[in-house]
Structure formats: C-alpha cells, structure tokens
C-alpha cells in the first residue's frame, strides 16, 4: 500500500512540475531568427527569447544543426525538437545590443504576394473584393533584414509603405488542400511590401513586379513564428507608424483570403518549397491614396507592427 501511494504520489509531483512548467513550454512560443554576433563566424540560427527578448544560439547548443532557415525548415521535424529542447534548457541569452538580426528566410525559392486581400483595403480603393487571389511577385534579393534601411532608387519618385502578414513554408507540396494548407506551413513574421507607386501604375505596361522588387524592398523579421505559437493568424492587429504616426490600422481578420486558401489556390500553379514566403496582402492607410499623397522620403523610419510577432524598423535612406 505504502508503495503503491509512494507511486501514486510520485505521479502527482510530476504532473504538477510539468503543469508549473507550462508557461515555459518551448511549443508556447517558438520563435526562430537568422543572426550574426561579433564572436561567430558567419550568420548563425537563433531563438529570440520572446518578443523583443536575446537571442539563444542554436548552433552552440548544437553544431550539428544547419546555419541557415531553408536548411533547418528542410529536416522538418528533426531540427524543430532540438531547437525545443535548446528552448527548455535555460541556456546563456546574447542581448539584442551584440546581435546583428538577418531576415528570418534568406534566399528563398519565391516570394509570393498578394493584392488586395484586405476587405478593409479594397473599400479604401473603391474597388469590389476579389473572386480570386490576386498573385503578383517580389524576387528574392529584395529581401532585406529586420531592421536594415530601405534605400529610395534614384528611378522611382512614389516609393510607399505597406505592413504585411508574411507566412513561412516548411513543407515542400503541390496541389495541396485546404484543409492540408497548415502542415505545410513553419510559421509567419512580419513583413514591409515597400513598393514604388510610379513603376506599379504607369511604368513597365502597369506590370507591378518591377515596382514591387528595387532592392531593399521586402524587409522581413524579426523571427519566424511557429504557427503553434500563434493562437490565431487570422486575428491580429497589424499596424504600421511613419515617423511615429500610425498610418495602417487593421487586423488579419478583415483578409479576404485567409492563409489556407492562398496556399490551396497558388499550389495549383507551383510547387511550394521550404521556406519559401507569402506576403498576405496590406490593410488601408499607404500613402498613395492620402489626399494629397504622401511618399516616403529620406529620413524617414517605418515600423511594421503585427501583434504577437513583433515590429520590424527600417530607416529610410
């Protein structure tokens, strides 16, 4: 009897130390960033210690593990339990003040984007929601980090902003489902879809895809966050602030295309890879349609703001 309530009693400690542990569950708030630091040779894998936190070095924890987003997203699961345990292990924390943060995804086979997939937008602009996603593209190299500037090309006069939901692939797929879209996605992170209004409405035979991708035009980050780190997608306040006056003002709810369905309809036309990004479409408030417009200017500093992901900060210059 005695044995059996020793048992028993053992049973209850460790349900009630991983109940006390719960809080710190590393599936809580997974949230992976790319980074260089004075001491490490190269860009290495990191985890920010929630938003706005340090950053822990995964490749320290494990010099096995690939120094770059794709790669980690490529083993899948593999990489993803380490990158738990190294959360739950209380390792050492770099200050945001030594570290250098990269994009999350760097070099991705594609960036996806999306027009006017915002209800809120499309009223904005007086133009009726769309019946299908509307599909446009960024090439890679405009992808920029964090908090990198986003530098005017001397060829556009009309460079504006606009904050984005960006989702992660991390699952390779083709006609994928609907209701198969989220075991195919790592996560999401912010993104500024910088775009030169001049190139997208006049310029190039109204083709926006040269408007859309100049260099520097596609800042991303902080972290990508694990899609089981995020309660809802589709419910969070998204912003973004010129010089401190917030501009934009919505939340993914009013996305006319949720995340699923975006993954459905553009996979009918390509094979989606790991770490290949989809920016999801912008709110009201760009500059282009103010009264009189407005267009960013050297100096200036956007903040891209989307509820528990975190903000991106880019001068402008």
């Not at 964090?146 to 991390?170: F, H, M, R, T």
Request: net charge neutral.
């Amino acid at each position: 009897m005695a044995a059996l309530m020793l048992v028993s009693g053992r049973k209850l400690l460790t349900a009630l130390l991983q109940a006390q542990k719960w809080p710190f569950q590393p599936s809580r708030d997974m949230r992976l960033v790319q980074f260089q630091a004075p001491h490490l040779v190269g860009p290495h894998l990191g985890l920010e210690t929630g938003n706005g936190g340090g950053v822990i070095s995964l490749n320290t924890f494990d010099p096995t593990l690939p120094k770059t987003m794709i790669q980690f997203l490529e083993q899948g699961e593999a990489t993803l339990s380490v990158a738990r345990r190294a959360l739950a292990a209380q390792l050492p924390v770099l200050p945001r003040s030594e570290v250098t943060f990269l994009a999350p995804v760097t070099r991705p086979d594609k960036v996806v984007c999306v027009g006017m997939n915002y209800v809120d937008h499309c009223k904005e602009l007086n133009m009726p929601v769309p019946k299908e996603p509307i599909i446009f593209s960024k090439f890679a190299s405009s992808i920029v980090g964090p908090y990198d500037e986003v530098v005017l090309p001397p060829e556009s006069q009309e460079v504006d902003w606009e904050v984005e939901l960006a989702v992660v692939i991390g699952k390779k797929g083709k006609h994928i489902k609907a209701t198969d879209a989220m075991a195919h996605v790592a996560g999401f992170t912010v993104a500024h879809d910088v775009s030169a209004r001049d190139w997208l409405t006049r310029r190039n035979g109204k083709q926006w895809l040269l408007g859309k991708t100049f260099d520097t035009f596609c800042p991303l980050g902080p972290a990508l966050v694990t899609k089981d780190s995020v309660a809802d997608p589709h419910n969070l306040k998204i912003c973004c602030r010129v010089n401190g006056e917030v501009v934009q003002s919505s939340n993914t709810n009013q996305m006319v295309f949720k995340t699923e369905e975006l993954i459905a309809w553009v996979s009918q036309f390509v094979t989606f890879y790991p770490g290949d990004v989809i920016l999801t479409g912008t709110p009201p408030g760009v500059g282009v349609f103010r009264k009189p417009p407005v267009f960013l200017k050297k100096g200036d500093e956007v903040q891209c703001e989307i509820e528990e992901l975190g903000v991106i900060i880019n001068k402008v210059v």
